[in-house]
Structure formats: structure tokens, C-alpha cells
């Protein structure tokens, strides 16, 4: 198995730049992930999230976490547990509105580092989205466009933390599924593993490295590049040693943009069928999602394409 893609930034800056945007390239249509080193984002800033994330989880989510695991008798399950998974999480939504205000418990100071902290990951998730435009053939900034919608995309960062697990065996740290937004970009533990991708039906691990930001493409990017990108299948694997902490942030599109394949990668022959991807309104997709998050994509696909063809979302559509 081939070595999990590294892309370090700042090549792109000088003579190196052709064969950094190939490894892009090559990471986006053979794996749909890849780590991110030298991205701009300083050291200080992302050791001070960690700091502060790890222990807001000890002061204010640990004892809920355990006293959840007890209620619900997980520590000593006897079979697989399929219908949830062994993570304390919270949501932060920074556009189109931020809610960081109205989380509870967040003390002053990590609000304001994780406002910082957004920021910064907003502008390299627009930078990325530029790059896969380079690497497409398509015009810069047309996949921010397509995400704006009318008010702008959706980005917000999913805070979770992984406590050691007595069953791993039994229980997912966070079950196989695939990204149903745009771009995702993941600051995780450096010491605790877990993160798993599937690749030619293998699990890969994806390595923990200080300091990277890890990429992955969702559902959306998939549809927009009419198959040429995919949104792979992913999950974590709880550990019996170690809180692994985790912070994925999904810039995605705004609830009514509409995505379909951009005419410029579907082949030219002036056949509509030729675009493999249904046309639809994102917060549609979204709601299809909810139920089937843990499921295939690709029945997800089928059935936007036949809520097309019945017209249940044509009055949506037609529109945008």
C-alpha cells in the first residue's frame, strides 16, 4: 500500500509548485483525504486550542460521558454496538451565525481562541477550494460561488473527544460513514490514533502527525466534479489508552445552493445523461442524510435523482 498522501504547503510558493498540485491532484482522485503540513496556521495558536479543548473536556464533559457509558451499560456489552458511538461531542457553528455565545460551559478565553481559530481555517478552506479549482480546469473561485448559495456557506467545527474504551471490538469510536458537505479539515490528537480511511477495501490509518491539518472531501465536492473527486468512507476506532481528541471542521454549502456536476468537467457531447450526479438543493440532501448518515452514499444519490424525476423538489430547483 502506498504511503498516505503529505502535502506540505508551502511549496506551492516556489519551484516545487507543479508537483505539490499534482499530489494534490493525485490525493483527491485516489483517496479523498490527505495531511496537510506547513499550512500557515501557526504552532502556537493550534497548541493552544488543544490545551484548551482537552481541558474544557476534564472539567465539563468526562463525568457526563461516564455517567452516560453507565447508564446505557456499555462497559460491558457482550455484541456489536451498531446503533451509536463511544464519542463526547459539542457543534460550534460559525456561518452564516455563529452560536459561540450561546454554547454552555465555554469559558471566555476559549471562545475567543476558537473564533481565532475558525477564522483561520475558513481562510484555508477557501484557499483549498481555489487549488482544487486550478487542479479541475475550473475557473478560480467557482466552488466558493457554488457553495455561497444566496447567504453564504455553512462552516462550523464538530468538538469531540474519544475517552479510552474497555470493548473497541464492540463498540466504534465513531461508526463508517462518508462526509455529506464540501471540504473538512481536521485538527486531531498527535499522541492517540484512530482515524481510519477506506482504500481498495482496506482500512488505512491516518497517521496522527503534530501540528497537520487533515482533508477530506464530502458528498458535495463528489457531485460537483461528477465522480472525478469521491467522498470516501471513514470511522474511528476507539482506543483502550488515551482521550483522543478531534476537531473537524466542515465548510459546506449554504442550505439553498443548488449542487449539480459543473458543466465544464461533464463531457461536451450536449447530453444531459452524461452528468452521472443528481441536480439539488443542498439543505434537501441534508435532510436525506440525517437518517442515513451510517449508510451507503450512493442510495442517497439515487434517491435525490428520483425525488428529481417525480418533481417532489422541482419547485426548488427550478428556483434557484
Not at 139 to 151: A, M, N, Q, R
Not at 239 to 264: C, E, H, K, W
Request: net charge negative; glycine share 6%.
Amino acid at each position: 500500500m502506498e504511503n498516505f498522501p503529505i502535502i506540505n504547503l508551502e511549496k506551492l510558493n516556489g519551484s516545487e509548485r507543479a508537483d505539490t498540485m499534482e499530489m494534490i491532484k493525485d490525493a483527491c482522485e485516489n483517496w479523498g483525504f490527505f495531511e496537510l503540513v506547513n499550512h500557515g496556521i501557526p504552532h502556537e495558536v493550534m497548541d493552544t486550542v488543544e490545551k484548551l479543548t482537552k481541558g474544557h473536556y476534564k472539567k465539563c464533559m468526562e463525568q457526563r460521558f461516564k455517567e452516560l457509558v453507565a447508564s446505557k451499560g456499555l462497559e460491558a456489552v457482550q455484541a456489536e454496538v451498531t446503533d451509536l458511538d463511544w464519542e463526547s461531542t459539542f457543534f460550534l457553528r460559525h456561518l452564516p451565525v455563529s452560536n459561540i455565545c450561546e454554547v454552555p460551559d465555554l469559558d471566555d478565553q476559549y471562545r475567543e481562541v476558537m473564533r481565532d481559530f475558525a477564522k483561520r481555517l475558513e481562510k484555508l478552506a477557501e484557499e483549498l477550494l481555489d487549488l482544487l479549482c486550478e487542479n479541475l480546469g475550473l475557473e478560480k473561485g467557482y466552488l466558493k460561488k457554488v457553495f455561497y448559495g444566496t447567504k453564504g456557506p455553512n462552516f462550523g467545527t464538530k468538538v469531540s473527544n474519544y475517552p479510552p474504551c474497555p470493548k473497541p471490538d464492540l463498540i466504534k469510536g465513531l461508526r463508517a460513514h462518508t462526509d455529506a458537505g464540501g471540504i473538512i479539515l481536521l485538527f486531531q490528537d498527535d499522541k492517540v490514533s484512530g482515524l481510519q480511511l477506506l482504500k481498495d477495501g482496506q482500512w488505512i490509518d491516518v497517521p496522527p502527525m503534530r501540528h497537520s491539518i487533515v482533508v477530506n472531501l464530502g458528498d458535495q465536492l463528489e457531485v460537483i466534479t461528477n465522480g472525478k473527486y469521491k467522498s470516501v468512507m471513514h470511522r474511528v476506532i476507539a482506543q483502550t489508552d488515551g482521550t483522543r481528541m478531534s476537531l473537524a471542521s466542515f465548510y459546506n454549502p449554504g442550505n439553498d445552493a443548488v449542487i449539480f456536476p459543473a458543466p465544464t468537467l461533464v463531457e461536451k457531447e450536449g447530453e444531459e445523461s452524461k452528468a452521472v450526479y443528481p441536480k439539488f438543493v443542498f439543505d434537501d440532501y441534508m435532510k436525506l442524510y440525517a437518517g442515513l448518515k451510517f449508510q451507503a452514499k450512493e442510495p442517497r444519490f439515487e434517491a435525490m435523482i428520483k425525488a428529481m424525476e417525480t418533481g417532489v423538489k422541482c419547485d426548488l430547483i427550478a428556483t434557484a
